[in-house]
């Protein structure tokens, strides 16, 4: 049974830095790109960052562009996202996804595999 289970959420001030944490289990994942979206309260889940499976070339939303970065290490079948430099605005729960199978990294509805999240509140 595949599961992704994130956390490292929590709460943090502004200005603040969290590390996010996705561990894959159930199959191999190094042929697979891993993402990270977040949801905000009242919004759509939106795209966040992602990591090329063949390359480990990272891809990532104009939102958070040079405050976030992902990577992964595939022995561990882990995938993190470090997150400096923290908004309000960054406040949502954060879900990973796993294995593009369809769409482009950034497409929420392409993934096969998702956590359940984890909760990252930043306060002003």
């Known amino acids: 049974q595949v599961q992704l289970v994130e956390s490292g959420g929590g709460l943090v001030q502004a200005g603040g830095s969290l590390r996010l944490s996705c561990a894959a289990s159930g199959r191999t994942f190094s042929t697979c790109t891993m993402g990270w979206f977040r949801q905000a309260p009242g919004k759509e889940r939106e795209f966040v ?37 923290l908004l309000p605005e960054d406040t949502a729960v954060y879900y990973c996804a796993a294995c593009t199978v369809v769409g482009t990294s950034a497409y929420r509805y392409g993934y096969k595999y998702w956590g359940q999240g984890t909760q990252v509140t930043v306060s002003s």
């Open 49 to 85: 960052a992602s990591i090329n499976w063949s390359d480990g070339s990272p891809d990532y939303a104009d939102s958070v562009k040079g405050r976030v970065t992902i990577s992964r290490v595939n022995a561990k079948n882990t995938v993190y996202l470090q997150m400096n430099s």
